[in-house]
Nanobody, 121 residues
Framework: EIRLVESGGGSVQAGGSLTLSCRAF????????MAWYRQSPTKEREFVSG???????TYADSVKGRFTISKDYPKKTVTLQMNDLRPDDTALYSC???????????????WGQGTQVTVSS
């Protein structure tokens, strides 16, 4: 059974910090690709942070300079350090994993249940 276990969400005041973690279990893949997305009640799901094919971290413009993503792919783990949180960051944050095949194509993504982040002003 493949599972994505996310943790670290919570409620903080504006300017506060949270660290989200996501770990995949039962996912067999030589080269994984993991990323964070978020969705609020008033917006569609949006990309937050992930990695380029060369391993470089990439971020949505709205979180650049405030969020830092890190990975430990042998452990199929990705972490998102979120600093200087704002009310607009309030959302359900979900982890996504997919497998990069030798052909260069990606597998269908698998999503976690999400962890709620609430930032009050």
């Amino acid at each position: 059974e493949i599972r994505l276990v996310e943790s670290g969400g919570g409620s903080v005041q504006a300017g506060g910090s949270l660290t989200l973690s996501c770990r995949a279990f039962g996912y067999i893949c030589l080269r994984v690709d993991m990323a964070w997305y978020r969705q609020s009640p008033t917006k569609e799901r949006e990309f937050v942070s992930g990695f380029e094919s060369d391993g470089a971290a990439t971020y949505a413009d709205s979180v650049k300079g405030r969020f830092t993503i890190s990975k430990d792919y042998p452990k199929k783990t990705v972490t998102l350090q979120m600093n200087d949180l704002r009310p607009d960051d309030t959302a359900l944050y979900s982890c996504r994993i997919r497998c990069l095949y030798a052909s260069g194509e990606y597998s269908e993504p698998i999503w976690g249940q999400g962890t709620q982040v609430t930032v009050s002003s």
